[in-house]
């Protein structure tokens, strides 16, 4: 396992590209502010349907709502790519980190639950409108889905518990938080 | 403000939220404050997608069924928000980054009340296309949500003064 974290560690760090424009002043901060933007879609527009499943606003038929999900997968893909950016630039910050690890877990846990939903009760589920009711296998799904999520979310926001970085001791004007000035 | 500053930062709950190694502490109310934040920002953002047209099968009206998760989020996020100015009342008011996002929070809160009475509420706009001040109203929420979500974030990386103690 540490032979793995160190290769991933060396591996990772040698994109210098990314991590010569991710060092670049205030794009560490603009990228966290994407991935947070990235978070939302994906929470809000498959936290919807996730519900529907459930039960919740059952006049809405599923198909019409599913149309809501490319831009939950457009969150999706912001956060990979923004995601990827900090794990290029800082990649013993993470590949050492707890919070990580679980977040790889529950990422991992929700794509699989992704993949079932589409492999195995989509089929089943699209054609519900309006009042219908989807089967209790795909309601589980829905509240795996948010369960995950929120998950993916914590132990995210958990990272800076288990890597606190740190602040000037000298405070400036705006600045000294920054990790890369 | 210099006094209250110091005496909300000497107290004992202030000292524990911002010193504490728990996990419960800081970084809970962190979490919290994300969770509230998505569902606040993104299921708005999913009720204004659909306003501005994207999944029209979606009836308008019953989105108001989502109303209460967003509600909480709001409560979710305005509950720990408040714990964490008590940690740290010095850094957030000294930051015009602060003032900046509380406007675009309380100008989304204020277009949130009027998009779910004006526009969810307005059963003629059930299934058709939404025009005109409907339209502008999930526009400039989403810029409110992002304004806020970008603010938000650019907090933790500025400060002029961290504490008065």
Same mark, same amino acid.
């Given at each position: 396992?540490?032979d793995l974290q ?6 990772l760090g040698?994109v210098?590209?990314?991590?010569a424009l ?12 994407l991935?947070f933007?990235?978070?939302c879609?994906?929470f809000g527009t498959i936290g919807?349907?996730d519900?529907?499943l459930l ?8 198909a019409? /709502?599913h149309?809501?999900?490319? #831009? ?13 950016m900090f ?7 993470y =590949? ?5 690890h679980?977040?790889?877990l529950?990422?991992?846990l929700?794509?699989?639950n992704?993949?079932?939903?589409? /492999? ?10 309006a009042?219908g009711?989807v ?5 589980? =799904?829905?509240?795996?889905s948010?369960?995950l #999520?929120?998950?993916?979310m914590? &132990?995210?926001r958990?990272?800076?518990f288990?890597?606190?970085?740190l &602040? ?8 000294? &938080?920054l990790?890369?000035g | 403000?210099d006094?209250?500053?110091?005496w909300v930062?000497?107290?004992?709950f202030?000292?524990w939220?911002r010193e504490?190694?728990s996990?419960f502490?800081?970084p809970?109310? !962190?979490?919290v404050h +994300?969770i509230g934040? +998505? ?5 708005? +953002? ?6 501005l ?5 979606v ?8 109303l209460?998760?967003? #509600?909480a ?5 305005? +509950?720990?928000?408040?714990i !964490?100015l008590?940690?740290y009342?010095t850094?957030a008011f ?8 509380l =406007?675009?929070?309380?100008l989304?809160i204020?277009? /949130? ?18 025009r005109?001040?409907g339209?502008?109203l999930?526009?400039s929420?989403?810029? &409110?949500?992002?304004?806020? =979500? ?7 990386y500025?400060?002029i003064r961290?504490?008065?103690i």
């Amino acid at each position: 396992m540490g032979d793995l974290q160190l290769w991933l560690v060396r591996t990772l760090g040698s994109v210098d590209s990314v991590s010569a424009l991710m060092r670049t002043s205030w794009a560490w901060p603009v990228c966290e502010s994407l991935h947070f933007v990235g978070l939302c879609l994906l929470f809000g527009t498959i936290g919807m349907f996730d519900l529907r499943l459930l039960g919740l606003a059952n006049r809405v038929p599923i198909a019409a /709502l599913h149309r809501l999900v490319p #831009w939950g997968v457009g969150g999706y893909v912001l956060n990979l790519t923004t995601g990827s950016m900090f794990l290029l630039t800082e990649p013993d910050q993470y =590949i050492y980190n707890t919070s990580f690890h679980l977040k790889m877990l529950f990422m991992s846990l929700a794509g699989l639950n992704v993949a079932i939903f589409y /492999l195995r009760v989509f089929r089943e589920v699209k054609p519900v409108g309006a009042g219908g009711d989807v089967p209790r296998a795909a309601k589980f =799904i829905g509240a795996a889905s948010l369960f995950l #999520w929120i998950g993916v979310m914590v &132990c995210g926001r958990l990272l800076t518990f288990y890597r606190p970085y740190l &602040c000037d001791p000298d405070p400036g004007f705006l600045l000294n &938080c920054l990790p890369y000035g | 403000m210099d006094p209250v500053f110091v005496w909300v930062e000497s107290s004992t709950f202030s000292i524990w939220t911002r010193e504490s190694t728990s996990v419960f502490a800081f970084p809970t109310f !962190l979490a919290v404050h +994300a969770i509230g934040m +998505a569902l606040v920002a993104g299921m708005g +953002a999913a009720i204004n997608l659909r306003i501005l047209g994207v999944a029209p099968g979606v009836p308008l009206t019953e989105m108001k069924r989502f109303l209460p998760f967003i #509600w909480a989020g709001v409560w979710l996020c305005a +509950a720990s928000g408040a714990i !964490l100015l008590v940690a740290y009342p010095t850094k957030a008011f000294t930051n015009p980054f602060f003032y900046a996002k509380l =406007i675009f929070v309380a100008l989304g809160i204020v277009q /949130l009340r009027v998009i779910g009475s004006r526009v969810l509420g307005d059963a003629s706009l059930d299934m058709t296309p939404v025009r005109g001040r409907g339209r502008l109203l999930a526009v400039s929420s989403l810029v &409110c949500w992002a304004g806020a =979500i970008g603010t938000g974030r650019f907090l933790a990386y500025t400060y002029i003064r961290l504490l008065s103690i």
